[in-house]
């Protein structure tokens, strides 16, 4: 009878996270907005009750982070390098990473790789040490690991409406954590609706725009569910 109810009650959990998928799915497709923001609906928490416990869903939107494969661009290579130097990471080189992301060979293994990362933890397989992926405390300062900065899976364009403070930085030598910051309280009461509204934002300039604008969106394009 215990086991008969682990059961039943596993199927209502999967039942219920697969009907919460399809509606969240259902969402994404019919969203005639033209710009993403923290404040919609999507970025809140839901929490579905059960007899036993709970569901949580949570979207990740995946532009809202740097998607490391860009290190194949030679100006995507310099943001990265910024983001790492941001990060203070120093256990894997970003000319290690554009070399094992443009399908050159790994010197330890002498594999062949496709042409871009498929995960961030390759970064791990690369030589990353674990303070450097999920985050450390280094003179009493904490700095997030790559796995909260970057991505995989976006379209190579940073949402300035969600990015973090850590990303915004790496955009452009131009922009300091003060300007950054900047940013984010604008947005908060002012979200871009366009790229160039960024323009609006006291200490962005027209020479900031024209290198990041290559790179940003208010749009995103992929959302990770997680249940």
């Known amino acids: 009878e215990i086991l008969s109810n682990k059961i039943y009650l596993k199927e209502q959990a999967y039942v219920q996270a697969v009907s919460a998928f399809e509606s969240y799915l259902k969402f994404f497709k019919n969203d005639g907005t033209s710009y993403d923001t923290l404040n919609d609906i999507w970025a809140y928490p839901l ?10 869903i949570s979207i990740v939107d995946e532009e809202r982070f740097l ?7 030679k100006e995507g290579e310099e943001i990265v390098r910024r983001l790492f130097d941001i990060l203070k990471i120093r256990s894997l080189s970003t000319d290690d990473l554009k070399v094992w992301v443009c399908g050159g060979f790994w010197s330890r293994e002498e ?12 970064l791990l397989y690369l030589g990353m ?3 450097d992926f999920y985050g450390k405390v280094e003179n009493w300062e904490f700095f997030p690991g790559i796995k909260e900065m970057a991505t995989v899976w976006s379209n190579g364009r940073v949402n300035i409406n969600t990015a973090p403070l850590q990303v915004i930085m790496a955009l452009s030598p131009d922009i300091d954590e003060s300007l950054a910051q900047s940013l984010i309280e604008y947005r908060k009461e002012h979200p871009f609706k366009k790229p160039e509204d960024i323009l609006m934002v006291e200490g962005f300039t027209f020479e900031i725009w024209h290198k990041i604008k290559k790179w940003i969106t208010v749009k995103s394009e992929n959302f990770r569910i997680n249940i």
């Open 67 to 73: 998607n490391l494969n860009i290190v194949k661009d």
């Open 129 to 131: 040490n674990e303070e």
């Open 111 to 122: 594999e062949p790789k496709k042409a871009a990362l498929d995960s961030l933890e390759e």
């Open 47 to 56: 929490e579905i009750p059960l007899p036993e416990g709970k569901i949580t």
